[in-house]
Nanobody
Protein backbone atom coordinates (compact mmCIF):
# COMPACT_ATOMS: atom_id res chain seq x y z
CA UNK A 1 0.00 0.00 0.00
CA UNK A 2 1.26 3.45 -0.93
CA UNK A 3 -0.26 6.65 0.42
CA UNK A 4 0.68 10.03 -1.01
CA UNK A 5 -0.12 13.46 0.40
CA UNK A 6 0.67 16.70 -1.39
CA UNK A 7 1.18 20.10 0.18
CA UNK A 8 2.58 23.49 -0.72
CA UNK A 9 0.05 24.74 -3.23
CA UNK A 10 -0.73 28.45 -3.11
CA UNK A 11 -1.54 31.52 -5.16
CA UNK A 12 1.60 33.17 -6.48
CA UNK A 13 2.20 36.00 -8.90
CA UNK A 14 3.62 35.28 -12.32
CA UNK A 15 7.39 35.00 -12.07
CA UNK A 16 7.22 33.70 -8.52
CA UNK A 17 8.24 30.36 -7.04
CA UNK A 18 6.65 27.54 -5.08
CA UNK A 19 7.86 24.23 -3.72
CA UNK A 20 5.42 21.35 -3.60
CA UNK A 21 5.95 18.41 -1.27
CA UNK A 22 4.69 14.86 -1.62
CA UNK A 23 4.81 12.94 1.65
CA UNK A 24 5.02 9.20 1.04
CA UNK A 25 3.77 6.44 3.30
CA UNK A 26 4.88 2.96 2.30
CA UNK A 27 6.41 -0.13 3.86
CA UNK A 28 8.49 -1.39 0.99
CA UNK A 29 12.02 -1.40 -0.31
CA UNK A 30 10.85 -1.81 -3.91
CA UNK A 31 11.65 0.90 -6.42
CA UNK A 32 8.92 3.19 -7.64
CA UNK A 33 8.46 5.72 -10.38
CA UNK A 34 7.27 8.99 -8.85
CA UNK A 35 5.61 11.77 -10.80
CA UNK A 36 4.05 15.17 -10.49
CA UNK A 37 0.97 15.39 -12.67
CA UNK A 38 -1.21 18.45 -13.12
CA UNK A 39 -4.70 19.08 -14.33
CA UNK A 40 -6.23 22.44 -15.15
CA UNK A 41 -10.01 22.86 -15.41
CA UNK A 42 -11.32 21.50 -18.71
CA UNK A 43 -7.96 20.04 -19.71
CA UNK A 44 -6.44 16.58 -19.68
CA UNK A 45 -4.00 15.52 -17.01
CA UNK A 46 -0.38 15.98 -18.02
CA UNK A 47 2.76 14.63 -16.48
CA UNK A 48 5.07 17.44 -15.43
CA UNK A 49 8.12 15.70 -13.96
CA UNK A 50 9.18 12.22 -12.93
CA UNK A 51 11.90 10.65 -10.83
CA UNK A 52 12.87 7.08 -10.04
CA UNK A 53 13.64 5.92 -6.52
CA UNK A 54 16.56 3.96 -7.97
CA UNK A 55 19.21 5.19 -10.42
CA UNK A 56 17.92 7.17 -13.40
CA UNK A 57 17.53 10.66 -14.75
CA UNK A 58 14.46 12.77 -14.08
CA UNK A 59 12.16 13.60 -16.97
CA UNK A 60 10.29 16.84 -17.60
CA UNK A 61 7.48 18.18 -19.69
CA UNK A 62 9.07 20.42 -22.32
CA UNK A 63 7.17 23.50 -21.17
CA UNK A 64 8.61 23.30 -17.63
CA UNK A 65 12.22 22.39 -18.43
CA UNK A 66 14.68 24.87 -16.92
CA UNK A 67 11.93 26.17 -14.60
CA UNK A 68 10.86 23.13 -12.55
CA UNK A 69 13.05 20.67 -10.65
CA UNK A 70 11.93 17.37 -9.17
CA UNK A 71 13.89 15.86 -6.31
CA UNK A 72 13.46 13.34 -3.55
CA UNK A 73 14.62 12.71 -0.01
CA UNK A 74 14.61 8.98 0.68
CA UNK A 75 15.19 9.43 4.41
CA UNK A 76 12.22 11.79 4.73
CA UNK A 77 10.13 9.75 2.30
CA UNK A 78 9.31 12.80 0.27
CA UNK A 79 9.36 14.02 -3.30
CA UNK A 80 9.53 17.71 -4.11
CA UNK A 81 8.73 19.92 -7.07
CA UNK A 82 10.53 23.24 -7.08
CA UNK A 83 8.71 25.57 -9.47
CA UNK A 84 10.39 28.80 -10.52
CA UNK A 85 9.31 31.56 -12.89
CA UNK A 86 5.71 30.43 -12.68
CA UNK A 87 3.39 31.35 -15.52
CA UNK A 88 -0.41 31.63 -15.64
CA UNK A 89 -0.51 28.46 -17.74
CA UNK A 90 1.08 26.55 -14.84
CA UNK A 91 -2.07 27.06 -12.76
CA UNK A 92 -3.61 23.67 -12.00
CA UNK A 93 -4.19 21.05 -9.36
CA UNK A 94 -0.92 19.20 -8.91
CA UNK A 95 -0.95 15.54 -7.99
CA UNK A 96 1.75 13.24 -6.75
CA UNK A 97 1.60 9.79 -8.34
CA UNK A 98 3.56 6.54 -8.16
CA UNK A 99 3.84 3.00 -9.46
CA UNK A 100 6.05 0.11 -8.45
CA UNK A 101 8.79 -0.97 -10.84
CA UNK A 102 11.38 -3.74 -10.75
CA UNK A 103 13.97 -2.08 -12.97
CA UNK A 104 17.33 -1.49 -11.37
CA UNK A 105 17.65 1.76 -13.30
CA UNK A 106 15.22 3.68 -15.51
CA UNK A 107 13.68 6.94 -16.61
CA UNK A 108 10.05 7.12 -15.65
CA UNK A 109 7.19 7.92 -18.02
CA UNK A 110 5.28 11.20 -18.10
CA UNK A 111 2.05 9.42 -19.12
CA UNK A 112 -0.33 9.72 -16.15
CA UNK A 113 -2.10 6.50 -17.16
CA UNK A 114 0.99 4.53 -16.12
CA UNK A 115 0.59 5.52 -12.49
CA UNK A 116 -1.30 3.48 -9.91
CA UNK A 117 -1.16 5.48 -6.72
CA UNK A 118 -2.40 9.05 -6.41
CA UNK A 119 -2.60 11.77 -3.80
CA UNK A 120 -5.49 14.17 -3.35
CA UNK A 121 -3.81 17.11 -5.06
CA UNK A 122 -2.76 20.62 -4.13
CA UNK A 123 -3.93 23.76 -5.90
CA UNK A 124 -1.55 26.17 -7.60
CA UNK A 125 -2.95 29.49 -8.80
CA UNK A 126 -1.01 32.00 -10.90
CA UNK A 127 -3.12 35.09 -11.57
CA UNK A 128 -2.52 36.65 -14.96
Amino acid sequence: QVDLAESGGDSVQAGGSLRLTCAISWNTTDNHCMAWVRQAPGLEREGVATIYTGPGRPTYLDSVKDRFTISRDAAKKAVYLQMNNLKPEDAATYYCAAFRDLARERQCPLDPDEYSYWGQGTQVTVPS
